[in-house]
């Protein structure tokens, strides 16, 4: 017999899960309190690296399914949801989306809506790193100068007004640059 879980995921402690949980049950599910897995945890994580997933996978058996209001409860990463599915359809595990209109992504249907958006993931990731390549190329045919900007302060700057029995939080003030600056050089060999 199979039983339903829910997997309700949000970002940050000042959101819910509430509206996922009320979702599940307007759209006719009946999910078990005891299957129902919340968690607080951003969704750049990978799903198989989350506490709550990785419990939620130990209590899973095949026949199941897993119910989850939106793909990116699963994860921000079209490529981290899909190998998720893929990891759970090779369980026997169902997993169903209600944003995709309750479809079950291990489905035939819910495969190939997957692989279409994988595609469409790709494809933009793709298009970003173009854009941005052409952008750097630019930028470097214009002189301009790429990367980090030169330091304003060397250990020796730091160590000279440190040898006038300057504070760490003056020697920044005198430098301009920030109090972590003025730290990271503090307790470097003499540069004398």
Known sequence: MSRTYLYARVSTSSQ????????????????????????????????KERPGFQ??????????????????????NAMDVRQTV?????????????????????S?????????????????????IERTQSGLQRAKAEGKKLGRPEAKVTTYNVWSLKTKDMTQAEVARELGIGIATVKRHWNKSSPL
């Open 16 to 47: 819910f899960n509430e509206n996922q949980v009320q979702e599940v049950k307007t759209a006719g599910f009946d999910v078990q309190a005891s299957r129902v897995v919340e968690e607080t945890i951003s969704g750049s994580i990978a799903a």
């Open 55 to 76: 419990k939620l996978l130990e209590r899973m058996e095949s026949g199941d399914v897993l119910i989850v209001t939106k793909l990116d409860r699963l994860g921000r």
């Open 86 to 106: 893929e990891h759970l359809t090779a369980a026997g595990i169902r997993v169903h989306c209600l944003a995709l209109g309750g479809m079950d992504l291990t």
């Open 108 to 128: 035939p249907a819910g495969k190939m809506t997957m692989q279409v958006l994988t595609a469409v993931a790709e494809f933009e990731r793709d298009l970003l």
